[in-house]
């Protein structure tokens, strides 16, 4: 059996997740963070003592955050993501980041149970923007199937 991990990186306008043109933003965390954690498929995400991922750091940078989770599927991860009010702040995000390279966020297969680490996910992110889809690395236009 096979569940899908996903990373999503941005770069922050603000200097750090502290700065006033992020408070709408961050307010939302818990809200956001709560509606992923009771929708159909999910499983698992990274979180801090804070309950999010925002002290995460891999890109020793204080304007990039990330989030990492787990879901039983494409399809339960795809209507989280656009047919939540999660959509709200995808269409809102660049009242608070920058754009993000090639690709902000990567999707693979994963065994279960066998959650993701953070330099893992960096480097599934990283493969994607150097060398596009595939198996090892895809995003919701370029789905490639479980193993």
Do not use: C
């Amino acid at each position: 059996m096979y569940q899908l991990a996903q990373i999503n990186v941005a770069r922050m306008k603000g200097v750090n997740i502290e700065d006033p043109v992020m408070n709408e933003f961050v307010s939302h965390f818990d809200s956001v963070n709560q509606l992923a954690e009771e929708s159909d498929g999910f499983i698992w995400r990274l979180k801090d003592e804070d309950n999010n991922a925002a002290s995460f750091n891999p890109f020793n940078d204080e304007q990039i955050i990330i989030n990492l989770s787990v879901w039983r599927n494409i399809e339960t991860l795809e209507y989280y993501t656009y047919k939540t009010f999660h959509v709200d702040f995808l269409k809102r995000r660049k009242e608070w980041f920058q754009k993000y390279g090639k690709a902000f966020y990567a999707l693979w297969w994963i065994k279960d149970s066998k959650y993701p680490d953070v330099t893992e996910a960096v480097k599934r992110l990283e493969y994607l923007q150097e060398n596009g889809p595939s198996s090892y690395a895809f995003n919701f236009q370029s789905v490639f199937q479980k193993p």
